[in-house]
């Protein structure tokens, strides 16, 4: 995309958002230099291709293949002129990277070996030739030795193989601490790191691109400070924050009383013989099996092969309805005959039962909260939205006080009605220029809080709820607002709802940001001396103080609070996934003795007593992909993300119809301490990611691109349905006013990301043509219609209030929606109103309308009524501004469904 053919200038870091992209980059620009040298070439093209193995160079350290020796044998030829089998040697080696066969076999580089260079595309072969190889992955050895030992530590792994080996790797030696986090975020295939005793801190490796890419992750600082004997255990610890999937082996002299203390991070083992060379190579394999291993669906395989009759209500087991039927073969034709063979709802035969699992599903949720550092995890195959449930009626009893982003996702706000939760939303910021919301400040949520234990209702307070991150990519500092919030009331529990972020523990940058890795620091935190000074410092400080100096604070949690987290993620949604298959994350301290006997009753209440087994099964295969490559996926998937970005930035055509909108417009300034307005500048290349992450208040997901549509004259939910779907077979599923969300996904490819952006040229230049030809008439509706979607959006109402009748006590802004909810059964209790200039003059001049249900318009998708809420002028003008064609809970024959006063006045009695 950016090669390094298109100009005479090496690209560099600055112009590439990963390592890998670079190096893929630099290796096809070499191949096409080593052709043309072969046809011939010039000194240029010497110079050039000397230009780009030297370039090449220090990126190839860290990677097993083609390796050191290949690497300097390419040198060689090329210092030699001998161009023919240098380029035949570039060619096997850019093919073997791109189509994966390094992988599979070894690569022979000289050119009068009988194997030629057709490798086949790993992606192209069938699943079950790809099922039957062994998956490969790389070990790195971090140790300084020189190059006879480094073949020596080679070769003695190597001599270990076995034949029953599940699956091979080859090693890469590194000689410092720096060099193992580079090799680690550089070198996706990295899946066990050996750590000697001999490993040195600097690495020799003086280029801007290590510096820049490690500084992306904040791992380089204060290394300086460590004493050799602290190198080891330091490169596992530090390890263990980039990828805390990896297996680390840590070999020492140092005692074992010693290394006992020490905080390992990730290590699985510490070995004390140097040479004991078959005990690591098992502890390699065991190490990734141990994340390769699938409980759930291996059993699920297993059982699909036994011979079973079927005697109970399940025809469509084992295939049997299907392959008898003379109507329905096109059903079996298109699904295959093993989706039916392993259909069944037997808990029995090595199965397990989702409602009380002591088998391999229990195992496979264990290994998922491994995988995604929770105390306990649960599998649901309803979709997040039963999650969502299942968490409120655990631990909301009514009357319970619930905070709640009013944005939220509508089970929410129907899990509010189940409970029986006093409510208090919360406003999001508005970004009225695209008709969205961003989410809940911090101020806004201890603002909830104090006013509340200003009430003396603190006690009842139960749960925060927030959204993270939301469907359009705002993330909060999770870390920050538990700790503020907990300041404030030390029991409270926390809901996240990480729908959209199941991906973000795969990420160094993102994983901070996740419900799990935030619960597991402020455990931490909670503990030190540090942490309890802190506290009653700032509490001396705060003695006496109004709220506004709570609010003005950032506020340090009482040692004593309980971290007491949940999250629910739609795995189907960012990972590999059936449809529906969710997991509740738990990391609740008080979990065990308080609330496990609730949860319990509310996983049975919501789950399905037929639960389906595929989405199970797919929860476990997920799980182990992402333990083992969901570093390498989510960061391709940003890759892409990021080509976009830079596309759209950079393109003069796409330019003029289409703008980014960037976190500078999506985040406010107050929120972004860092500074950071955008990804990526034209003219400053990348910013730097980690600095954003780590400081502010609210970041932008970096695989979610809004992309501002209004300048082509189309609404979003136009341009969505009419051009990208209908004309481009382009999906996507969140539009505003006058944007489009673009999602990347872990499946998102470097070619569909060139389809979408040639489609956007496409457009823009269909566009360009239309205006060429257009009349004065035709110009002018088309400026107002673009004038229309750009300026004139209408302002996004806040939440007004709940209903007298409807507050829980006199006083407080918690509303009883339930009994909103539940007063509008009764018809006689409801009437309807036009939305109308009259009703708006009614509103205006002080009569009270109360809304009898959820009116939720779509796009944007939250309520902007719910049961018991006061209708007021602006939300009715908002409506009435609105040009969507589908408002959930309003029927356009008769208006919008209010309470008669009859009915608010027997609740006022009552
Ligand atoms: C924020 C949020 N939470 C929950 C859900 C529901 O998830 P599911 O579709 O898995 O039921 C969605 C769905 O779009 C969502 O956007």
Redesign the pocket.
């Known amino acids: 995309m950016h090669g390094i053919s298109d100009s005479e200038k090496l690209h560099t870091i600055s112009d590439y958002y990963s390592a890998s992209q670079l190096r893929a980059d630099r290796w096809s620009a070499l191949r096409e230099t080593a052709e043309s040298l072969d046809q011939g070439g010039s000194e240029k093209d010497r110079d050039r291709a000397r230009q780009l193995l030297q370039a090449l160079a220090p990126i190839e350290v860290y990677f097993a293949f083609p390796g050191g020796s290949a690497f300097d044998y390419l040198r060689r030829l090329l210092d030699h002129g001998n161009f023919g089998d240098f380029s035949t040697a570039v060619r096997r080696v850019s093919r073997a990277l791109t189509s994966g066969a390094y992988r599979r076999r070894s690569i022979p580089l000289i050119a009068d070996e009988t194997e030629g260079d057709e490798f086949e595309d790993e992606a192209a072969q069938s699943h079950e030739a790809r099922a039957l190889g062994r998956p490969y992955f790389e070990v790195m050895i971090v140790d300084n030795v020189n190059e006879h030992q480094e073949r020596f530590l080679q070769s003695s792994l190597q001599r270990m193989r076995r034949s029953e080996d599940q699956f091979i790797y080859e090693t890469v030696v590194v000689p410092s601490v720096e060099d193992a986090l580079i090799g680690v975020l550089f070198n996706q295939n990295v899946q066990a790191v050996i750590v000697r005793p001999g490993l040195s801190l600097k690495s020799k490796n003086e280029t801007n691109v290590l510096g820049r890419y490690i500084s992306l992750y904040g791992e380089g600082a204060d290394l300086d400070a460590l004493s050799p004997s602290e190198y080891g255990p330091e490169t596992c610890r530090r390890i263990g924050m980039l990828r805390p999937e990896l297996d680390a082996y840590l070999i020492t002299d140092r005692s074992a009383e010693d290394i006992a203390g020490l905080d390992l991070g990730l290590c699985r083992r510490v070995f004390y013989n140097q040479e004991d060379f078959l005990e690591l190579h098992l502890n390699i394999l065991r190490g990734v099996q141990r994340r390769y291993k699938t409980p759930f669906f291996t059993a699920l395989k297993e059982y699909s092969k036994q011979p079973t009759g079927v005697f109970h209500a399940m025809p469509i087991s084992r295939g049997k309805s299907i392959s008898r039927s003379h109507w329905i073969q096109d059903m079996g034709a298109f699904y295959g005959s093993n989706i039916f063979m392993a259909e069944t709802s037997a808990t029995s035969g090595g199965l397990d039962s989702l409602l009380e699992p002591k088998g391999p599903i229990k195992e496979a949720q264990e290994a998922a909260a491994r995988a995604f550092g929770s105390k306990q995890t649960f599998f649901a195959t ?5 999650c ?1 449930k299942i968490v409120v009626q655990a631990l909301v009893r009514p009357g319970d006080i619930v905070l709640v982003d009013r944005d ?2 509508k ?1 929410h706000h129907y899990g509010m009605v189940l409970a029986g939760a006093s409510v208090v939303y919360m406003d999001s910021y508005p970004l009225h220029d695209y008709s969205m919301y961003g989410a809940v400040p911090i101020r806004e949520i201890k603002h909830k809080l104090l006013a509340l234990r200003a009430e003396g209702k603190l006690d009842r307070v139960r749960m925060v709820l927030l ?1 993270n991150c ?2 359009d990519g705002i993330v909060y500092n999770v870390q920050r607002v538990m700790q503020e919030c907990l300041a404030i009331k030390k029991d409270l529990v926390f809901l996240w ?1 990480e ?2 972020f199941g991906y973000a523990r795969f990420a160094p940058n993102t994983r901070v940001r996740t419900a799990m890795r935030s619960a597991n620091i402020l455990r931490e935190e909670f503990r030190t001396t540090e942490h309890t000074e802190a506290y009653a410092a700032q509490q001396k400080e705060l003695e006496g103080k109004g709220d506004d100096a709570w609010l003005d604070t950032r506020l340090i949690a009482p040692p004593d609070a309980r971290v007491r987290v949940y999250a ?1 993620q ?1 795995t ?2 960012t990972l590999t996934a059936l449809r ?1 298959g ?1 997991m509740i994350h738990v990391n609740d301290q008080q979990f065990k003795g308080a609330v496990e006997e609730a949860f319990h009753e509310a996983y049975m209440t919501h789950t399905s007593t037929s639960p389906n087994y595929q989405i199970i099964a797919s929860l476990d295969v997920g799980r182990r992909q992402v333990e083992i490559e969901g570093y390498e996926f989510v960061q391709r998937q940003v890759e892409s993300a990021m080509a976009i970005r830079r596309a759209v930035t950079t393109h003069p055509l796409l330019k003029k119809y289409f703008r980014l909108v960037t976190a500078g417009d999506m985040i406010p300034e107050q929120y972004r301490e860092s500074g950071m307005t955008s990804y990526f500048d034209p003219d400053q290349g990348w910013a730097d990611v980690w600095d954003c992450w780590a400081k502010d208040e609210f970041v932008l997901d970096a695989t979610r691109i809004t992309l501002h549509v209004g300048a082509t004259g189309w609404d979003g939910d136009t341009f969505k349905t009419k051009i990208l779907m209908d004309k481009y077979g382009i999906q996507i599923n969140k539009t505003s006013r006058n944007t489009v969300l673009f999602m990347t996904n872990i499946g998102t490819t470097r070619s569909s990301v060139a389809y979408l952006i040639e489609v956007l040229v496409e457009i823009a230049k269909e566009l360009d043509d239309l205006m060429d030809d257009a009349s004065k008439m035709e110009k002018r509706a088309f400026e107002k219609r673009v004038r229309n979607l750009s300026e004139h959006v209408p302002p996004l109402p806040d939440f007004s209030r709940f209903h007298d009748a409807f507050r829980c006590e006199k006083g407080t802004e918690a509303g009883d929606i339930r009994t909103a909810f539940f007063l509008s059964y009764d018809e006689d209790n409801c009437d309807y109103v036009e939305p109308d200039k009259d009703m708006l003059d009614r509103l205006e001049t002080g009569e009270e309308m109360v809304s009898a249900t959820f009116v939720i318009p779509y796009p944007p998708g939250f309520p902007i009524l719910v049961p018991g809420q006061v209708i007021s002028p602006e939300i009715l003008k908002f409506m009435q501004e609105l040009d969507v064609s589908e408002i959930h809970g309003f029927r356009a024959d008769l208006g919008l469904r209010i309470f008669t006063e009859d009915a608010l006045k027997t609740i006022k009695k009552s």
């Open positions: 309803n979709g997040t939205s039963t969502n939220c996702h089970s959204t939301t469907f709802d729908a959209w629910t739609s189907h949604k529906q969710s």
